[in-house]
């Protein structure tokens, strides 16, 4: 049986510098964070083994790159119960402009940061979400005028972190 690993200093340390910087190589890392190469990359392979690397993905300036619209969808439905939160949930991870579902607490059920390739398209989606046979009873849509701050980063150094 494979021994947990433990979050302990150096595994912070690594995880804190991947979190913003996931492409580094791993010469890079080892010297950042005090580390031989060979002991770093045994770390980093052991937090992506279980599961706190989730994944590797490239922020890209998509204004530059295409057109689009991102807009901020909140949900609100009829039933809450969890049969009905369950097809709601499974119907928006089949689509690829949902790019998360925040289940939230309030007078809306959900909100999503959404992309579509313009305004009619948006009106697509949020149509398509009404006539899904879901149990929605109120679809709001905010639309990203500007993005003064945006990150995909969490602020690692400001969390408290577990004890492992």
């Known amino acids: ?25 791993n010469v890079d890392l080892a010297e950042r964070v005090g580390l031989s190469q060979s002991a770093c990359f045994a770390r980093r392979k052991a937090l992506k083994d279980e599961g706190y690397l989730v994944r590797y993905v490239t922020e890209m300036d998509l ?14 439905l009829s039933e809450n119960g969890p049969a009905e939160r369950r097809k709601f949930e499974a119907h928006v991870n089949r689509l690829p402009e949902f790019m998360d579902c925040l289940r939230v607490s309030g007078d809306v059920d959900y909100i999503s940061l959404v992309c579509c390739s313009d305004v009619e398209a948006l009106n697509r989606l949020c149509d398509g979400l009404s006539d899904a ?11 990203v005028l500007d993005r003064p701050k945006w990150t995909t980063g969490y602020p690692l150094e400001k969390l408290e972190w577990k004890r492992g």
Do not use: F, W
Not at 63 to 76: F, G, I, K
Not at 134 to 143: D, G, P, Y
């Open 63 to 76: 204004d530059r790159l295409c057109h689009n619209v991102q807009a901020y969808v909140e949900v609100t």
């Open 133 to 143: 046979g879901l149990a929605i009873k109120h679809i709001a849509t905010r639309v």
């Open 1 to 25: 049986m494979k021994k947990p690993i433990k979050i302990d200093r150096l595994n912070r340390k690594i995880l804190t510098v991947l979190h913003n910087n996931a492409d580094m190589s």
